[in-house]
């Protein structure tokens, strides 16, 4: 099963594509994630992310074409897998659609922006694996730290309120007209669009998608 999850960012896709990857066994292709990385490992990529991630803009197409490409043809993708953050440009969209990327599910997470500000402010991140929790709406057992492995939780530099309403312009003057376009894949038959109360508690968002995928 391939999946793209749409949305602004702190909607929750995150969030989301944990449980799903528990649920139906395929991974998590997070760009933001493995952008993050490439900074921490400090290679040519990282260094020239970073400046651009911190500021709330987006990567340029190309880099990012090239990361996922390769990302997919990897063994671990054979049974599908879920995209977390791409495609966020047309440009993306019609890589995939070019390269011969068959969607079977786009979800888009509708959540208003006041909200995500909110959200963003309490924001704890797992730097190792990707993990996502929030202080009051999905709290680790322990404070601080990872469940998993018990290791400190950070802040990530873009969840400034600043770069948030910065990212969430981008995702409305970029991202959004891909709202438009995977609607028109699915009424083509070229792919299912289904979109998503993201303001809901991150079970009963668990629930929907439980409903939405079988
Ligand atoms: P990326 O890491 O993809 O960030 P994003 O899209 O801005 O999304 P977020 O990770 O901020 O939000 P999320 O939807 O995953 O929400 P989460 O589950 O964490 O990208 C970062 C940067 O990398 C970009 O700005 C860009 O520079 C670059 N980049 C990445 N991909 C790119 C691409 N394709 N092209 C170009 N550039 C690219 O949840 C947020 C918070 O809310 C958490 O605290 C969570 O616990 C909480 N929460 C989640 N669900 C709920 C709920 N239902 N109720 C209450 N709280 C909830
Ligand atoms: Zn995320």
């Known amino acids: 099963m391939r999946i793209i999850l749409l949305g602004a960012p702190g909607a929750g896709k995150g969030t989301q594509a944990q449980f799903l990857m528990d649920k139906y066994g395929i991974p998590q292709i997070s760009t933001g994630d493995m952008l993050r990385a490439a900074i921490k490992e400090g290679t040519p990529l990282g260094l020239e992310a970073k400046k651009v991630m911190d500021a709330g803009q987006l990567i340029s197409d190309d880099i990012i074409i090239g990361l996922v490409k390769e990302r997919i043809t990897k063994a671990d993708c054979e049974k599908g897998f879920l995209l977390d953050g791409f495609p966020r440009t047309i440009p993306q969209a019609d890589a995939m659609k070019e390269n011969g990327v068959v969607v079977d599910h786009v979800i888009e997470f509708d959540v208003a922006d006041e909200i995500i500000v909110d959200r963003m402010g309490g924001r704890r991140v797992h730097p ?29 530099a873009d969840d400034t309120e600043e770069t948030v309403r910065k990212r969430l312009g981008i995702y409305h003057e970029q991202t959004m007209p891909l709202v438009d376009y995977y609607q028109a894949e699915a009424q083509a038959g070229n792919t299912q669009y289904h979109k998503l109360d993201g303001t809901q508690a991150v079970e009963a968002v668990n629930q929907q998608l439980v409903e939405l995928l079988g």
Do not use: F, M, Q
């Open 128 to 156: 190792g694996s990707g993990r996502v929790y929030h202080v009051v709406y999905n709290p680790p057992k322990v404070e601080g730290k990872d469940d998993v492995t018990g290791e400190d939780l950070i802040i990530r």
